[in-house]
Structure formats: C-alpha cells, structure tokens
C-alpha cells in the first residue's frame, strides 16, 4: 500500500494527517507480513501500528496486553473515534459476557486479551476458529522481564502463537535492550524484522536529589509539589507506604485532589482512579508500579520516584510518562543510602530458597509459605522440564540462580547510574542506544540542572475538570 493510501485511512480512522516517527515504516513492515519486532519511544503512538493493520485486513488481530485497565483504555479510546468492532476478554467479564464475545469473534477486528486469557483452551478453541491476521505483543518487554517468575504465561505465548497458525508477529516496547530483544527473538525462533527507534525523551530532565533521612524525603518531596500544581506521578515500591505518603500530602495540601493506586486494591476502585487521573479530576497520585503502563495522559508533567525502581528498564518506563505532548517535564528520584535494600528484598519474595524447592517437588502443602509469584515459578519450571533426565531440584536451583543474578545486576546497574557524575541521559539509555537526542530544556542536574530552580512556563498550565456538561459536550462534538 502505497504512503498516500496509509495516510488517508490515519485520517479517515485516527483524524491525524501525518505518521509520527516510526510508525509507518512499523505498519509496512506488519502488511507485508513480516514478523516485525520494534521500539519507539514512550507516547509515540505505538499502539496505531498494530490498529491500523487490522482495521485494513479482514480477519482478527489479537493483542497481548500485560494490564486490565490498558486492555479498557485502548478500546474505550477506538470506540470514542466509531470504531466499534473491538473487544477486550477480560477478568472482569462473567462466563455470560465472556461466551457472548467468543460466540461473535467473526464481528471483532481487534481483540485485547492477556497471556494468562490464552491459556484457556475454551478460549483458544473459538480463536484457532477464526482467520487471525495478526498476533500482537503490546509491551513485548513484559515476556523477559515478567515471564519468568511474575506471569509464566507469557512464556508461553509461542505455544499459543503456533496453534493460531503462526500468524504475522509484532512485538512492540519502549524499553527493550539488545538482550531483551533476543529473549524475544529466542523464545518464538523465528526470524523477526528489527525497526529500533531511539527512545529517549529530549523534553524530560533528569534529576536524582540525594537525601540523608526519610524526613528529608518527605520536605523535597513537598517542595516539588509545592512548585506549581500541575498533574503528577509520585512511585512507590511499597504498597503501604504509597497510602501513607498520600495521606500525608492530603493535609499538606487540602486543596489539592490525591489519591493513591497500587496491585491490593478492588480491580474496579482502579479503573475508578485511572479515569480521575485521565480526566484531570485529580491532579497528584501515589502509586506502585502497577499503575502507567499504557496510560496516555499527556500533560503529565512530574514523575517522582520516592523509591528506587529495580532496574533502568522500569525507571525509563515509568519517566515516559511525563511530558508526552512534548512540554518541558521533570523526572526526579530521590535517593536516600539504603533504599536499595528494598528491591533486594523484593526480589527475594519473587523466588524460592533452596527448601522450597525441595518441599515443592515433594508435594508438600507449601500454600502459607510461598508467594504468589515463587509458586508460578516453581510450577511453570517443573513443567516445562517434566521430562528431562537430569535432577529436577538441581535444573530449577540453576535456573532460580540465574535469575536472581540477572535481577541484581539489573538493581546494581540503577544504582551506578544514580552515583555517576556523568551525564544522566547520556548512562541511562547507554545500553539501548549508541546516541541521545540533544535536550530541548534543561538536561540533568550533572549538566548544570538545579531541582530547586526548576519552573513551568507560564503558558505550561493545568486545571481541574469539574464540568461534566463541558466534558459530555466534548465527547459528543456538541457546539
């Protein structure tokens, strides 16, 4: 399909005149039916490079989306612009609304799933019925940096993609390194078209602000709020400290509309949160990592990291949510000696200890000592190695060791970059890409960056939504 085609459905679908960056030679790549594996950046607009192709193409696309809340998001969005053959199977539909989707397949283009939905084989006998165009992994950084503990079912999406007929791939990430691409590239064994676009921000500066005391934290903390009001992330790697903290800054700043969201809460008190952030009803959140990924709010302009993530992926992840219409943005974690302790203890909890292994391939109750997430493991690596012949207890060690490894140079590898006195933006995206853009603001504070200089431009605003009839009259292009 020749550009002026592509161009006039972009506008006839999506209302925009032009591909931005990428997008074209991604969606040319997916028509000509190649298995394309690509990076853009964070608020590039990835998600049209899969929504095209299937709008243009008969048959169904199914995406794989790690998050239930970006799985409604992306539909909600298509349908606001009248597309409404898309469907998400989700948790949250009951085994009446679930059939009645799986019995319409032929009425959907675009169909958002999660991996753990594909292990169904109920589920999987109405798709292998259908005629799919495409196979979609949204976030394809999620198979190597979740897929081996946290959600084993990502791995085994090849299993999934084969039994489909091994329809044309595309995995799509903001954040994956030479070796995440090649987890990818290892786990489906299939050759892959490479487009890798830089992913660097140039509107975002970097700041890390060094702190001796969790007082400490709490008055810079409230400094950058104090700035301007304007929407903001503030991330946490505790759930509890996440409601403590929001708490706090609720009578710090009464006027000010904050809430917290994390993984423990009521699936539907989420998607409530989530909609109040997009709608700008609320202007500050307090959150775990389980909240962002996906989420197109474009006027973020704060991330703050109270926590040290537990690795360069997350933290560049976490930061691209800010500033994504391009207006000058600030990403500043606060640091304080020992916070690394935490995702070290983390990443204790994701795995087994020698003893579990050993009570697990006994069939021992183990259902109050383990972790969501050490069971999954334990339970995908007995099966997936059932049939090997060497000791079972000594493959799952080898393995579990191997990742704790790759888990802590991946916390260590953080924390080089918090002490370096180099250019940040230069370490952080040093293993992603031979180049960084040049700033379009400020750089970083080893750049000459002052946190406590930093401003908004005037014309850099931000309102609360209170109007509802405004916002109906919005949606429904009343005048």
Partial sequence: MVEHQLEHYLKK???????????????????????TLATLPTGSGKSITYQLPALLSAGITIVVSPLLSLMIDQVKVLKAKGIKRVATLTSLHNSHQKQRILNHLSNVQLLYCSPEMLQQSHVMNYLKQQHVNYFVIDEAHCL??????????YLKLNTVHRELGQPPLLALSATATDEVQQD??????LSFEKIIYPIDRPNITLSVRNVETVEEKHRQLTKLLE???????????SRMKSESVCYMLQQQFPDRSIAFYHGGMESEDRLLIQQQFMYDQLDVICCTSAFGMGVDKANIRLVIHYHMPSDLESYIQEIGRAGRDGRPSLACLLYQRGDESLPFHLIGQELPDDEMISAFLQAEDL???LTETQERFLAFQAEKNRYSSNDLFHIIQQVRDQRLAVKKDSIIGLLKWIHTDQCRRQVLYKKFQEEVKTPEYD????????VDDWELPNDVSFSLEVNWEKRLNELFNKR
């Fill in 13 to 35: 679908y999506f209302g925009f005149e032009t591909f931005k960056v990428g997008q074209q030679s991604i969606i040319e790549s997916v028509l000509a039916g190649h298995n």
């Fill in 443 to 450: 750089c970083c504070d080893q750049c000459g960056f002052r």
């Fill in 144 to 153: 190597s940096q979740w897929g081996h503990e946290f959600r084993t079912d």
């Fill in 367 to 369: 259902s109050d000592k």
């Fill in 227 to 237: 700035k301007k009001r304007m929407p903001t992330m503030i991330y946490f790697s």
């Fill in 184 to 189: 990818i590239v290892n786990h489906f064994n």
